[in-house]
């Protein structure tokens, strides 16, 4: 293999010839093997960084900071790695030491040896265009990272949303399917009052719709970002007016409304953003947990649980029991939830480990925050397409515990009272009457009124209170 050497405070170090990246992403790629996961594994990172980078490019250039045949093979360089080039040059491992530095110059390096070759030159030929002073220019690790992080994340919600924004419509879809079918609904998973199972299904479409709303005022938050305060947030190596126009040009490239933080020093070391955006990605996972629970109940069976609904088979349940199937896509949807809820508290301890005017445990943010919406963003799409889509109704089933509940009683209480029909309800728990044949027995309501107070109409919504219709 052909090797070329690279020089830095530390020494020499050989390298590939053919790698693009340079000597400080080898050092880091020699010192963190934490995860396995390099930053390729995110492209919305990659691409976030290479928008940094022109974005920084174009900013220089345009103060006069920058010489233009430089800017312009940066910039280029930077359009490529968005275009999908060279992704796989992005080695470092998400966790890492430094704050993101290794991320930082991994990146540098790449473009700066992709600026090289449009300009004529070989790789490592740095005296031609340097990765610090000329890729970097006017930036810090500090500034550049985690503004990166910031869009990269924002572009990551973006199908997450779109998968959710599916999976809603497919809950509605079986709402509106399943709106003439009157099931029990349970509270403690005993029996309460009557429902539709098209209710059930399209309050679980509501549920998740809140969190759009709120995936995007998360958003909101990320868009202030630290570009231009470099180290700490004084700005120290850049012009006054490069923090105000390098953020123009990354908001144009980016397509995301970003704006300066009021406070340079302030953004440079708080996480609040990044802790917020975590709680809502852990409030979504939640409610999907709980969807997925109640598909799991409201299966169970399919003989001897609730079985008012049938979830696609998707595979074979048992290794030893001929015949089962095993509601596989809701317990994956619920392990998923399990870890972005503990994704939230790797974020919540690592903010909270900031010290002064930096917080060094930025790469653990960044990689639990883009690895929880990608593992959301894939549970949505296969809760969709592999269940909800294809779930059918129990018609019968519904009907028959409709019949033998004796929860119905609740609809009677303003017209024979809570003790009398607390006495009529312990009575059919204990025979296995049902209610409306105690009534009758009892000449409590006469059979019209009773037709009426337990038909679908009256105990399915609001009504207003009729006469007692108790038998003179």
Not at 63 to 70: C, D, N, R, S, V
Not at 428 to 437: F, I, N, Q
């Amino acid at each position: 293999m052909q090797m070329r050497t690279e020089h830095d405070l530390l020494g020499d170090k050989h390298l590939p010839e053919h790698c693009w990246y340079g000597i400080q992403t080898q050092r880091a790629l020699d010192n963190f093997t934490i995860t396995g996961v390099p930053i390729s594994h995110f492209p919305e990172l990659v691409n976030a960084l290479a928008m940094v980078k022109l974005a920084a490019a174009a900013a220089n250039r345009d103060l006069g900071l920058l010489p233009a045949h430089k800017a312009e093979a940066i910039i280029a360089a930077c359009e490529q790695v968005c275009q999908g080039h060279l992704h796989d040059q992005f080695v470092v491992d998400m966790i890492q030491g430094g704050a993101g530095t290794s991320t930082n110059m991994n990146a540098n390096e790449v473009i700066a040896n992709l600026a090289l070759a449009r300009l004529g030159h070989a790789r490592g030929e740095y005296q031609y265009l340097h990765p610090n002073d000329d890729v970097n220019r006017s930036q810090s690790t500090n500034d550049a990272y985690p503004t990166a992080a910031c869009v990269a994340i924002q572009c990551a919600t973006d199908p997450l949303i779109d998968s959710l924004s599916s999976l809603i419509d497919a809950l509605r879809d079986k709402g509106q399917a399943f709106a003439g079918i009157v099931k029990m609904g349970r509270t403690q998973l005993q029996d309460a009052v009557p429902m539709t199972l098209g209710q059930e299904f399209e309050a679980f479409a509501v549920t998740l719709g809140e969190d759009i709303d709120r995936l995007h005022e998360a958003c909101t938050l990320l868009c202030e970002v630290n570009l231009g305060g470099t180290a700490i947030g004084t700005g120290l190596n850049a012009h006054p007016d490069y923090s105000a126009l390098a953020i123009r040009h990354l908001a144009k490239v980016s397509g995301k409304p970003l704006v300066p933080a009021s406070n340079l020093i302030e953004a440079t070391s708080d996480m609040g953003a990044f802790v917020f955006f975590s709680g809502m990605l852990k409030r979504l996972a939640i409610k999907l947990s709980k969807l997925a629970n109640d598909l799991r109940l409201l299966s169970s069976g399919p003989r001897t649980g609730l079985g008012e609904i049938h979830l696609p088979a998707v595979q074979p349940g048992s290794s030893i029991m001929p015949g089962k199937v095993n509601p596989v896509i809701p317990e994956a949807v619920n392990q998923t939830a399990f870890q972005v809820i503990a994704s939230d508290l790797a974020v919540t301890l690592a903010a909270e480990a900031g010290q002064l005017q930096l917080n060094a445990m930025e790469p653990l943010i960044v990689y639990n925050l883009l690895n929880a919406i990608r593992m959301l963003r894939s549970a949505c799409e296969m809760l969709e397409l592999r269940c909800i889509r294809g779930i059918q109704a129990d018609t019968e089933r519904c009907a028959a515990h409709l019949n033998n509940s004796i929860g119905v009683i609740t609809a009677l209480v303003p017209h024979i009272g809570y003790s009398q029909a607390s006495r009529i309800a312990s009575i059919a728990l204990h025979t296995g009457a049902t209610v409306r044949e105690l009534v009758l027995a009892e000449a409590l309501l006469t059979e019209e009124t009773l037709d009426r107070l337990l038909s679908p109409q009256a105990m399915l919504a609001p009504s207003l209170i009729e006469a007692s219709g108790r038998v003179a």
